[in-house]
């Protein structure tokens, strides 16, 4: 029977009114995922008609097995993407009869044996372009290619190392199209390789690996060196007992440019691989094929080589009852009946997808080509189909995580909040294996499973805690699945669930979208033409639960706000305070590593910055995420790339481009304070140092009252400093604390309390700690002020005392050598200066 084709704008319109006028959404569906053949003809004119191919080819899987689902129930899961949403190839791919491709969205490959030579390294590429072409991205390591300059038995004599095969890959994915996009790749290295550094430092090049994400394996030997200040042993080969190469590096050094080049260009990423090997499940299968070597291009699945997974997230927000009321609470007992469907249809998906593997097999078989040359990919896809049948991975994954908690009246980037979302993504933890042991019942446990194996396993150990009848089950049925759970950038699959993407808070809940246009036609408007001549149309938009809020506080929804009216309903909303740029950045990634002991794969999770932020931040948010359990961690700092989303209050120069002003992080009224005390020669000093995410915001030090502390209790070590306004507008900063007996005491007006010039100093070093200025490069600024006065003088070394409190343990003191010895082996240890040559130590 023939069938029926709609025009674009037909399957627009249509599905415009579908998503209730949301026209990002529409086109986005129409375009990627709405059936089409490779003519551009589309056979779909809403998400209702995929979403019934999307349930015909489940249920026809599920018919082959005991107690199948129904029709009726896997549509209803899949309807307007509210609860199960199948993302990228599974939802192109699955009956799609137009297309001999993979529904995977990632692969890992990597070869046995000994790889380090140039027939590997072709190889290598040959296959990643052979996935790619199937819609798939790829990863691999290059860990195992020799270092630049050692010996090869050719004519070269001497290797190239990493950086010329990085770009022969990244070229190779920016050739291959799949629909009309690039591939996609990542490429990792181990730290302890001896070229890392230069694998580091190959995409600060412009114009360089422009083809491919790459991110850093660090292990937790190196991490601690690097906080230590101590060397670290790279060596060739790297897991060799005795290898042909060792070096030694110094570790602070080298994770700071990793530090410097993720501030500046958003890469390397970081994967803390000690960690991921520990957590993996499939590692427990290392010996039979399943040791995990490299990831996916976003990180969230790491894979053994030839293994691959498919992806499928669950829309968080659609379990919220009463969303953005005072009754709203989530619905646990759905929830749990949902992720166990899902689990089930992603098992499914595995059936679907060795079918498509056996097409792509019978497709290279006919094709023309010589047996020599199909050779390469025949034997590809047969690895593949192995390894996806024998372990049988799955991707079950969420979305809409930062709606969800503005809907139930939590900040995002609180610790409530992470509370909450801990105890949801343990619910679907649990619920998934749950479900993976009924389907190893029902359809028999992936065939290499076996319960002695696992017994040490640390992920699978806190599942055990957290419910012994799940494990016992396990135990005896097994498991269907060698893993399970992953959380994933949804991007383009949130639009259509019109939630956040992933883990992820709201970007902004209202932000301006570029839109690329005709500059020749007469009906378009021209805001932005970027450097290339292109032109772009610039609108406003809100998030689409933004205005479901706006709607349940009963505010009207307009087009013609003014920012200054848009910020003051923001402020009112429970976006507040929690969108990309202004959550508490250390409490998402703690929030990353509380969820990732319940994700057995990884979490895709980017952490947004302004642009002004210092690379010191990003050392310790890298820090913070290792030490929290995150298996990695990537930060993207604001116009580091270029981009297509503006934030809303960018001025805009004479020229009519898009320009930011630096600021400091905002001064809330209210910030967290120690009291620091300290004596310089015989006069008795305090200092009050607000902080903001652990670090010191602002400083206000001065002479103490002599009357036994009356000024402020010896007793008293912490508090806030308040910033108030008087009766007649003058603003004043108050230091608040509770006393012995448990009262909220004030100490009114600081500025009155100390001498009038340490007041405008502090006033000085304070506007550069809120720049977010390195600690020992605020001190080092401090101590080089050349002041007249004696008791200034002594201020500045007040405040040098207290600020030498806040240093990490472990940094160096560069430039500086030890007065005993004369070497350079200073470092901070709780303020103090303390040589790690001869043990002398120096306060103050």
Excluded at 634 to 658: F, H, N, P, Q, W
Aim: charged share 25%; hydrophobic share 35%; with cysteine.
């Amino acid at each position: 029977m023939e069938k029926n084709t709609y025009t674009y704008d037909e399957a627009y319109e249509a599905t415009l009114e579908y998503f209730g006028g949301d026209e990002l959404a529409a086109r986005v569906w129409v375009s990627k995922y709405a059936l089409k053949d490779s003519y551009g003809n589309i056979y779909e004119r809403t998400p209702a008609d995929m979403h019934r191919r999307l349930a015909d080819e489940i249920v026809r899987i599920e018919n082959k097995y005991p107690e199948p689902m129904q029709h009726e129930r896997v549509t209803e899961l899949l309807d307007h993407f509210r609860y199960i949403v199948p993302q990228g190839s599974p939802m192109t791919g699955i009956g799609n009869n137009y297309q001999v491709a993979s529904l995977s969205n990632c692969f890992v490959i990597g070869l046995d044996g000994n790889p380090d030579s140039y027939g590997g390294v072709i190889k290598i590429d040959e296959e990643q372009v052979q996935l790619m072409k199937r819609r798939g991205g790829v990863g691999h390591d290059l860990t195992h290619i020799r270092p630049k300059g050692t010996p090869v038995k050719n004519s070269a004599l001497t290797s190239t190392g990493l950086v010329p095969f990085m770009e022969r890959y990244s070229n190779s994915t920016r050739e291959v199209a799949q629909d009309g996009r690039r591939g996609a790749l990542m490429l990792t290295v181990s730290i302890k390789h001896p070229d890392s550094e230069k694998f580091i430092d190959a995409k600060m090049t412009e114009g360089k690996v422009t083809g491919a994400n790459v991110s850093v394996r660090i292990d937790d030997a190196f991490m601690q060196a690097a906080i230590d200040g101590t060397t670290y042993c790279q060596s060739f080969p790297t897991d060799s007992p005795d290898p042909e190469i060792t070096h030694q590096v110094d570790a602070a050094r080298l994770w700071n440019k990793i530090v410097h080049n993720a501030w500046k260009s958003a890469e390397p990423g970081v994967l803390f691989w000690d960690t991921i090997i520990r957590e993996s499940v499939p590692d427990c299968y290392a010996d039979l094929g399943f040791r995990t070597i490299s990831t996916n291009p976003c990180g969230e699945i790491p894979l053994c080589p030839y293994d691959s997974c498919r992806l499928l997230a669950i829309n968080l927000y659609s379990y919220v009852d009463g969303p953005f009321t005072d009754h709203a609470r989530f619905d646990f007992d759905k929830f749990a009946a949902h992720v166990g469907a899902a689990q089930r249809i992603m098992d499914d998906i595995i059936d679907l997808e060795a079918e498509k593997i056996d097409a792509i097999i019978e497709k290279i078989a006919s094709d023309p080509e010589t047996a020599e040359v199909k050779q390469t990919e025949l034997a590809l896809w047969q690895k593949i189909r192995r390894k996806t049948l024998m372990g049988r991975r799955t991707g079950v994954g969420t979305t809409g995580e930062g709606d969800m908690l503005a809907a139930l009246g939590l900040r995002y980037g609180t610790p409530e909040a992470t509370d909450f979302s801990e105890l949801v993504h343990r619910s679907l933890a649990l619920a998934a294996y749950r479900a993976s042991v009924e389907l190893a019942r029902q359809r028999g446990a992936f065939e290499i499973y076996d319960t002695e194996r696992e017994k040490n396993n640390p992920y699978i150990m806190r599942l055990k805690e957290a419910d012994p009848q799940l494990y016992a089950d396990m135990a005896k049925h097994g498991r269907r699945n060698i893993a399970c759970l992953t959380i994933a950038p949804t991007g383009t699959t949130s639009l259509m669930t019109q939630t956040t993407s992933g883990i992820e808070p709201v970007f902004m809940p209202v932000y301006k979208r570029r839109r690329k246009v005709n500059p020749n036609d007469t009906d378009v408007r021209v805001d932005f033409v970027d450097d290339s001549g292109d032109a772009f149309e610039e609108y406003i938009v809100y998030h689409p639960k933004f205005l479901t809020w706006m709607q349940a506080a009963g505010i009207e929804v307009r087009q013609d706000y003014t920012q200054e009216q848009l910020d003051e309903i923001t402020v009112r909303s429970p976006y507040w305070k929690a969108t990309s740029n202004d959550v508490d950045w250390l409490e998402k990634v703690r929030m990353q590593g509380r969820i990732q002991k319940w994700v057995d794969h990884s979490i895709s999770v980017t952490i947004n910055l302004p642009s002004d932020v210092s690379e010191s931040l990003v050392n310790q948010l890298y820090v913070e995420a290792w030490r929290s359990g995150c298996k990695g961690c990537t930060v993207y700092r604001d116009g580091s790339r270029s981009g297509v989303l503006v934030s809303i209050d960018k001025k805009k120069d004479t020229a009519g481009a898009a320009t930011h002003v630096p600021h400091a992080a905002k001064r809330p009224m209210e910030l967290e304070a120690d009291v620091v005390r300290f004596q310089n020669n015989k006069e008795k000093w305090i200092a009050f140092v607000g902080l903001m995410n652990g670090r010191p915001y602002e400083i206000f030090t001065g002479l103490a009252d002599d009357d036994d502390g009356i000024f402020c209790p010896k007793s008293v070590t912490k508090g806030k400093i308040i910033k108030a306004v008087d009766e007649k507008g003058n603003k004043r900063y108050d230091f608040q604390f509770i006393n012995k007996r448990g009262y909220k005491t004030t100490i009114e007006g600081l500025s009155d309390k100390f001498n009038p010039e340490y007041w405008n100093y502090a006033k000085l070093i304070s506007g550069v700690l809120r720049y977010d200025m390195p600690i020992d490069q605020v001190i080092k600024l401090v101590g080089g002020l050349e002041l007249n006065s004696q008791s200034i003088n002594t201020w500045k070394m007040g405040v040098e005392r207290a600020l030498k409190k806040y240093l990490p343990n472990g940094m160096k003191a560069s430039g500086q050598t030890c007065p005993n010895c004369g070497q350079e082996t200073l470092i901070y240890q709780e303020g103090c200066l303390i040589c790690t040559s001869c043990g002398t130590s120096k306060c103050g």
